[in-house]
């Protein structure tokens, strides 16, 4: 071989390793500099690496996208939506999960004769109808015992949701359950925070109804090498807006 062949695919070869090194470094400073895909790969309901997939979603902007009631990735590949924990402090205190989503787009939201949350609420979601989706509690799905419906006043009131991802979207092999060709209702549990605190709510209101709720933050435990816990739970009795339709008194306290 001649030297100005040589040279020539010396210089090739040069470029092309430049050229696929500063791919991979821009690569990595998008994934580093995008905070919606921080978690997206330790979550089992992710869709794609830019997935709304945890209760810790960033939003960066103006102070109206701070207190937007809902939030969407703009990078996604298929349409997510996410409630936003302040949206669910100002909500009905006996909202149940599917009330949190009706501001979402393509949801609705039919039942609640009884009053908000003394009965029994259905979601339908892009068309839709109840068990034709999943709803999971940290990305584990959970429904009724002989088939994929659910039953929204005895699961997870909203003193346990931090927040809520409505995937309208199939999904993909990671979603997990029966029904997820008709999107999915991911509700994430109360984050744990750093610091210790706490509070405790009484609210009464019509049809002789009361609600107490309650929330405990352990803050960070030096002695257990920085673990923290949160502990939420909800007590709830109503005589309801039909007669001789009464909310069954209930209590629910996860922890995580």
């Not at 709304?52 to 939003?59: E, R, Y």
């Not at 996410?82 to 599917?98: G, L, M, P």
């Amino acid at each position: 071989m001649t030297k100005q062949p040589f040279r020539a695919a010396l210089l090739a070869a040069s470029s092309l390793l430049a050229t696929t090194a500063h791919a991979a470094d821009a690569a990595a400073a998008n994934a580093s500099a995008d905070p919606q895909s921080t978690t997206a790969n330790q979550a089992g309901q992710a869709n794609d690496a830019q997935s709304l997939t945890s209760s810790d979603i960033l939003v960066i902007g103006s102070r109206a996208a701070e207190v937007a009631p809902i939030a969407a990735s703009l990078t996604t590949t298929q349409p997510q939506a996410a409630v936003s924990r302040e949206f669910i402090d100002n909500a009905n205190a006996a909202s149940d999960f599917n009330q949190l989503i009706a501001i979402t787009p393509s949801v609705s939201i039919s039942g609640n004769n009884n009053g908000t949350g003394f009965t029994e609420s259905k979601a339908t979601i892009r068309g839709f109808q109840d068990g034709d989706y999943n709803v999971t509690y940290d990305s584990i799905p959970f429904a009724d015992t002989n088939n994929p419906t659910h039953h929204s006043t005895a699961f997870f009131p909203t003193t346990t949701i931090e927040t809520v991802v409505v995937d309208r979207g199939p999904g993909n092999a990671s979603q997990l359950g029966q029904a997820t060709y008709g999107g999915n209702i991911n509700l994430y549990s109360r984050a744990a925070k750093d610091e210790m605190g706490g509070q405790v709510q009484g609210l009464l209101g019509n049809w002789n109804t009361f609600i107490g709720r309650a929330e405990f933050q352990s803050g960070k435990i030096d002695k257990l090498g920085g673990a923290k816990f949160v502990l939420a739970g909800q007590f709830l009795r109503s005589d309801g807006a039909l007669t001789n339709s009464r909310s069954i008194p209930r209590t629910c306290l996860p922890r995580r």
